[in-house]
């Protein structure tokens, strides 16, 4: 489960412009995949390439190491990876073009979510014991960064994921992602507000792996289970927008059956003189 992720960003002193590659070594089992380089204006930018995965058959994957470079006045807002088909229309194999979300990408509003990594640097996501994903031939990846830069010029960077195959017959059971949210995020000028919605499962499911998405105007982020008509049971708890708590839930800890619900509350902060509202800009929510 990706209970959505994300990230913005602070400065440390260092050049405000220039290229900016992510360091990371390939991994001696599976693969690496890398955005092109790309640049990034005064201000953000958000962009979406597609990219074909060098592989001949599928291969299982327990674990994804995600890098980005940082520091200086620019730092990841976040990134993410959409499954797409290699046969769709138009997918941007030449270069990232400006994209929120990949959305529309391939032909599609919003593609199959594989990952979200929203911590400065990056992150590695590690599956419990049994479990993974699975990658086919014929699927690309559709890599979605978004860059914050608050220097004084435009700085080039690029983002590298590493894809370790899981040994042979290890992974039993084969993970899916999705994210839940809400658009319905009004809070006032200078004011506070709470927003909480809540998701049904609609079939049977273990969920292992769940964390929480927001913007700077979060002051936390609560996540819930409800199983089987009885108390909640937190899932998730996030006091830091930047560096969002995440937790690993090896089968069967977290069963849900159909019905079963998850809730999530959001509180929020407004220092500015305007309504902030759902978006996708750093300055939103």
């Given amino acids: 489960l990706l209970v959505a992720t994300l990230l913005v960003t602070h400065a440390v002193a260092a050049p405000s412009s220039g290229v900016y590659s992510a360091k990371l070594r390939r991994p001696r089992r599976g693969f690496q995949l890398r955005t092109s380089h790309f640049e990034v204006p005064v201000g953000e ?23 980005m470079p940082h520091g200086g006045t620019m730092e990841s807002h976040h990134f993410a990876m959409f499954l797409a088909d290699a046969s769709a229309p138009n997918l941007p194999f030449d270069g990232p073009i400006s994209n929120a ?14 990952a979200f990594v929203q911590r400065i640097a990056g992150d590695v996501i590690r599956f419990p014991k049994g479990v993974g994903v699975t990658l086919r031939p014929d699927q690309v990846l559709l890599l979605n960064s978004h860059f914050v830069n608050v ?14 195959r899981a040994r042979k017959h290890a992974v ?3 993970a899916l992602s999705f994210q839940l949210g809400t658009v319905d995020i009004a809070v006032p000028a200078g004011g506070t507000a709470a927003v909480t919605a809540s998701w049904h499962a609609p079939f049977p499911m273990d969920v292992v792996w769940a964390s929480s998405h927001s913007h700077k105007y979060t002051e936390s982020v609560d996540v ?3 199983v089987g008509g009885g108390p909640s049971r937190r899932l998730v708890h996030t006091t830091s927008y930047a560096e969002p708590d995440f937790q690993y839930f090896p089968p069967p800890s977290l069963r849900l059956e159909t019905g079963d619900t ?6 929020y902060r407004n220092p500015t ?4 509202r759902f978006g996708v800009t750093s300055n939103d929510e």
Avoid at 101 to 114: D, E, K, R, Y
């Fill in 172 to 174: 039993k059971h084969h």
């Fill in 45 to 67: 930018r958000e962009i979406c390439q597609a990219v074909r995965l060098p592989i001949k058959e599928p291969v299982d994957v327990d674990r994804m190491v995600v890098r």
């Fill in 224 to 226: 819930d289970a409800i």
């Fill in 101 to 114: 979300g990949c959305a529309g990408v391939g032909g599609v509003v919003v593609s199959p979510i594989l």
């Fill in 273 to 276: 003189d305007h309504v902030v």
């Fill in 151 to 164: 220097g004084d010029g435009p700085v080039t960077v690029d983002v590298a994921v590493n894809f370790h």
């Fill in 262 to 267: 998850i809730r999530w509350m959001c509180n």
